[in-house]
């Protein structure tokens, strides 16, 4: 009988690896290597981070439906799938940055901005499920993240939009 999980368990492995790979390749070199200014390791750190969030929220938000588009569940289902992958993306890049501090790649100094922003929703896990293994902390920390993406993506759908011009009346 064929499983399906096993080519997207190997396409997910594969996705994270190369992700993982450009973390290890972009970040440092912008940021001028282990040597690098702790300023400019924090520059780039939130450039991106807030990069990703942008990005998420505006995706959640298109997918959630605008304006008069209705909300239905099938938009907020949608929504929540790709706020995960999101998550996913923000929860791996907090992972893959503590490994380099470990390593000794990133500098220790600024490594504040690192869990303050990319490793916000596993600090949150780790700290709410401290006897937890590392996958349930994981796991949790996928659902603060997709949380948090849904609220902003919401949030931003709820807003105004752009201003209209108003008719003139004769």
Not at 12 to 36: C, E, H, K, N
Not at 41 to 58: C, D, H, Q
Request: with cysteine.
């Amino acid at each position: 009988m064929y499983d399906p999980s096993q080519p997207v368990a190997l396409w997910l492995a594969a996705a994270l690896q190369a992700y993982s790979g450009a973390v290890w390749d972009i970040v440092p070199r912008l940021a001028g290597g282990p040597q690098g200014p702790p300023w400019r390791w924090v520059l780039v750190e939130l450039a991106l981070f807030t990069g990703l969030l942008s990005v998420g929220a505006w995706w959640v938000r298109m997918l959630i439906g605008v304006g008069r588009y209705a909300r239905t569940p099938q938009h907020w289902g949608t929504a929540a799938v790709f706020a995960c992958v999101f998550s996913l993306l923000w929860n791996w890049y907090g992972l893959v940055a503590s490994q380099m501090i470990q390593l000794g790649l990133h500098p220790v100094e600024g490594w504040e901005w690192t869990f303050l922003t990319w490793g916000l929703p596993y600090m949150a896990a780790g700290a709410a499920f401290s006897g937890a293994t590392f996958l349930e902390k994981l796991g949790v920390a996928l659902a603060l993240g997709t949380l948090a993406l849904l609220g902003l993506g919401r949030w931003w759908a709820g807003g105004r939009g752009l201003p209209r011009r108003r008719r003139a009346t004769r």
